[in-house]
């Protein structure tokens, strides 16, 4: 005959083994309005290797970058006033105009920009977040 107290412990085990398989989850959308007057606009979301983010933006009005200018840009190879990705604080920026598909391989902070000075305006940057670990996915929402 099974004791209560047996009998207890089997439904805790059984339940730890129902909750610790967790589905993945889920994506994230963020808005962030990046403006010209800030070179890098810290968006406040640490990522972990194995997360994914997909950035959605457009590009503002610069003034004309003389050939000298454009050379000094954070991209160079990238249009003036376009929108820029960069995944830790001394990352080579990755063009986000219009989009972009980043695979997180390495942890990182995820910071937007403008490509250019001269520039007026604001771009509403779109940023979808696939987190990898439940972890990013109940971390607080970062500011906007």
């Not at 997360?51 to 454009?70: F, I, L």
């Not at 376009?82 to 391989?105: F, M, N, W």
């Not at 604001?122 to 990898?132: G, L, Q, Y």
Request: charged residues 20%; positive net charge; contains cysteine.
């Amino acid at each position: 005959m099974k004791t209560p107290g047996i009998l207890f412990a089997l439904v805790v085990v059984a339940s730890f083994a129902q909750t610790s398989k967790q589905d993945p989850p889920k994506p994230r959308d963020y808005s962030f309005k990046v403006s010209t007057e800030r070179v890098w606009t810290d968006t406040g979301l640490d990522l972990e290797k194995g997360d994914r983010v997909h950035v959605y933006g457009a590009v503002v009005a610069c003034e004309g970058q003389t050939p000298s200018e454009k050379a000094h840009l954070p991209l160079p190879t990238a249009p003036a006033g376009s929108l820029l990705v960069k995944l830790h604080g001394e990352a080579r920026p990755i063009l986000a105009s219009p989009d972009a598909d980043i695979p997180i391989v390495e942890n990182g902070r995820l910071y937007l920009g403008i490509n250019g000075w001269h520039c007026h305006g604001i771009i509403s940057a779109k940023v979808r977040v696939e987190w990898h670990s439940a972890r990013a996915a109940r971390s607080e929402s970062p500011p906007k």
